[in-house]
């Protein structure tokens, strides 16, 4: 049996968080107004070593821009990750800030 991802959003925070098998990963990000628009910055993913590689940075990364894309956020990816996971996912392109 496959382990659940367990993913929460600690908005007063500016994290999301990821549950594996007792590990952690973690995007964080802020809230600015840029030009007079809401924008998502989101500095960084980190995931522990022990679930690298099981798709949870992905998993975090698609669960943050989903909750953008509702609250009517723009995403200003300063995470290498993030912004390589964007361009390999065009269904976000329009929310780039």
Known sequence: MAALLEILHWDAEGRFEARLEGHRGELRYVRR?????????????????????RGVASALTRAALE?????GLRVEPVCPYVDAWLRRHPEFNGLRG
């Open 67 to 71: 909750w953008a894309e509702a609250q």
């Open 33 to 53: 107004e840029v030009e007079g628009r809401p924008v998502m910055v989101i500095p960084s993913v980190v995931v522990e070593r022990a679930i690298e590689g």
